[in-house]
Structures are given as structure tokens and as C-alpha cells.
């Protein structure tokens, strides 16, 4: 049994398919992520459609233009719906659009309000903004403490144990499978069983010995067996500690 604890299923015109192969791969539990407040009901519909399928609601940083003018309230009338279990995925990322910084901030400070009112785990982006984020994450949760998820992890050891240090669990993507990614499984070798999620990030970040193509579900597979690997455990081990961990995390 594994979970994958972030992907994007919308627009996704071989959903069908997509899952099915998930399932023969025993990926019981998907954490369908939300990008863009906006489509909601899109995710919402396909949590309908598979029993075993959940959503988040949020706003990636890259959106930040666009939501301005989002506030927590928004996003937590937005957690209505049982499926919704988590808030985002929002954070900060810098490598594509560093002028936008004060916006992104001010959108995340509005998940992490989301978060902290709601009690739901806030799905956390970070790329090329480690001090930053720190700073953010630490000041909020000394106010008021929150549950989170560092996704897709890919960053310093500085910003994997502040994350922990305030309890948030680390996600392992398909990153961790590729020839040039010492640091990041040196950086997984570090983090605590209890804290580690598996995730595909689908369709981006297709894990070796797929990279390079559309990634799906399935894939997390990979990913896991990586995984186990770095912390030498079995890949049954892995899987269910992951999944484990993915069902406390979101009370399922």
C-alpha cells in the first residue's frame, strides 16, 4: 500500500487510465493538490468520482499575480467539503519570478492563517527562497502552531530541520531518484521515519527510470524503492510507514 502525497489530476484527459494504473501499482491513497483556488470544482469533482481521491485548496506562488486579493477567510470557506484536507499548495518561489516576492509572502501569510485557523496541513512550495521561508514558517508558528508539509523536497538541510523542529513531515519526489542528486537523499537520510511522505508531483518530475516523460501516480513506486534505499529499510517498510504517516497527518 503506498500514498502519493502530491500530484495535480486536473486537465488531465487520461484520468481513467491514470488511476487504474495507480491502484495495480497499490497506491491506495492520492493527495490530488490544488494550484489554483479557482478550480476547486474540478479537483472536487474528481474526489467524487474516486472514493480514495482527496483535494487541497490553495494557490501556488507562481499564481501570486492573480490572487491578490485572496485572504484565509476565502480559503477556509473553501475547506468546507470533507474531501478538502489540506490548504495549498502556496509558498514562495523565486526562480522564475523574484519581483513578486512581497506578493507571494503576503499569499502565504494568508495560507498560513488558513492553516492555523482550520487545523488542515499546509501544503508548503519553496524553491530558492530557504531563508525566507524559514524566517515565515518560524515566526507564524511561534504565534500559533500549525501543521505542515514540505513538498517535492529539494532544499537545504537548514530549511529540513527547521520544518522538522516544528513537527512537519518532508516529502521525497522522484528528485531523489536522479544521478545528480546526492545531497538531497543525504538530506532524506537525516529526516525521522515518522516524517517522511512519498509523492510523484505528477505529471512533472517523472522518477528514473522514467524521467523525462509524463509522470503519473504510478510512479511513486519508484520513488518509495528509492526511498527504502536511502534509509535501508525494506520497500514494504517504506511503503507502509509512508502511508501511515499520510493517513495521521490528514486523519484518515
Known amino acids: 500500500m503506498l500514498a502519493d502525497s502530491h500530484c495535480h489530476l486536473d486537465n488531465n484527459e487520461e484520468l481513467d487510465g491514470v488511476i487504474a494504473r495507480a491502484r495495480e501499482a497499490g497506491v491506495e491513497y492520492i493527495l ?3 494550484a489554483n483556488i479557482s478550480h476547486l470544482p474540478e479537483h472536487l469533482d474528481i474526489t467524487r468520482r474516486y472514493e480514495h481521491i482527496y483535494t487541497s485548496v490553495g494557490a501556488h506562488p507562481e499564481e501570486a499575480k492573480e490572487f491578490v486579493d ?4 476565502d480559503i477556509l470557506r ?10 495549498g499548495e502556496a509558498g514562495l518561489d523565486y526562480y522564475y519570478d523574484a519581483q513578486t516576492k512581497e506578493i507571494q509572502k503576503a499569499l502565504l501569510s494568508e495560507h498560513i492563517m488558513a492553516a492555523q485557523n482550520s487545523g ?5 512550495h519553496n524553491r530558492d527562497s530557504d531563508d525566507d521561508m524559514i524566517e515565515m514558517l518560524a515566526r507564524a508558528f511561534d504565534k500559533k502552531e500549525f501543521k505542515g508539509i514540505i513538498h517535492c523536497y529539494s ?11 516544528m513537527g512537519f513531515y518532508i516529502s521525497a519526489s522522484g528528485i531523489i531518484t536522479f544521478k545528480k542528486s546526492d545531497e538531497v537523499r543525504a538530506n532524506f537520510a537525516a529526516v525521522p521515519m ?3 511522505l512519498v509523492e510523484t508531483d505528477a505529471p512533472y518530475l517523472a522518477p528514473e ?21 536511502i534509509k535501508q529499510v525494506s520497500f514494504d517498510e517504506i511503503a ?10 490528514f486523519g484518515l
Do not use: Q
Open 78 to 87: 473553501a475547506t468546507e467539503n470533507e474531501k478538502v484536507i489540506a490548504i
Open 155 to 165: 532544499s537545504s538541510s537548514k530549511l529540513r530541520d527547521a520544518a522538522l523542529a
Open 32 to 34: 490530488d493538490v490544488g
Open 194 to 196: 515518522d516524517r517522511l
Open 240 to 249: 507502509k510507514v509512508t502511508t501511515d504517516n499520510f493517513k495521521r497527518l
Open 120 to 124: 488542515l496541513p499546509l501544503v508548503v
Open 209 to 229: 527510470p522514467n524521467r523525462g516523460k509524463i509522470n503519473e501516480c504510478a510512479n511513486v513506486v519508484y520513488t518509495a524503492r528509492k526511498l527504502a534505499e
Open 70 to 73: 485572496l485572504r484565509a477567510i
